[in-house]
């Protein structure tokens, strides 16, 4: 019987749009907290790839060993990771690489309440930080992906079914 298609690069890419049409939402949205998009973001990457690992399980009549099915999941969830944090570096680098004003001001007044800088060094130490922040969203964006599909890949692997 032949096997039927289940490709992790279609999965992960799949995946991807949905976070990546989420997170566009939620960032326009003004209400939303920068948490809340990281929160959804894993809570939806943690069951798309528990549901991926189960469902890649089920295509191969559960004749299909743990390493195969985590293999699977990790790889996909690497896919997924990719594509976020290709989303994150163009769009904090190249479409909106300078923060809001309130933003600013915010990191300013941070710097200037440690009590070890002027008002001219936490500006400058603000837009030297400003000018590398996307650094901190990329790692995010990696980090938000991989942990939680590292533990749905896991999880998908650990309850797949096998026929005796």
């Avoid at 809570?43 to 690992?53: G, Q, R």
């Avoid at 690497?78 to 944090?85: D, G, S, T």
């Avoid at 996307?134 to 309850?159: D, H, R």
Wanted: proline share 4%.
């Amino acid at each position: 019987m032949a096997k039927p298609f289940s490709s992790r690069v279609v999965a992960g890419l799949l995946v991807s749009v949905i976070l990546i049409v989420l997170d566009i939402v939620l960032l326009h949205y003004q209400g939303v907290p920068e948490s809340t998009r990281y929160l959804c973001r894993m809570a939806i990457s943690f069951t798309a790839i528990l549901v991926l690992c189960l469902r890649y399980a089920q295509l191969n009549y559960g004749t299909i060993r743990f390493g195969d099915v985590f293999s699977y999941g990790l790889r996909t969830t690497a896919i997924l990771a990719f594509m976020l944090a290709l989303y994150s570096f163009i769009y904090y680098r190249l479409i909106h690489p300078h923060p809001a004003a309130a933003e600013m001001d915010a990191a300013i007044k941070a710097i200037e309440q440690q009590g070890n800088a002027l008002h001219e060094e936490a500006r400058r130490e603000a837009e030297n930080a400003a000018a590398n922040r996307w650094i901190i969203y990329v790692s995010l964006a990696i980090f938000s992906t991989l942990i939680p599909g590292l533990l749905g890949a896991l999880g998908g692997a650990a309850s797949t079914r096998k026929k005796p």
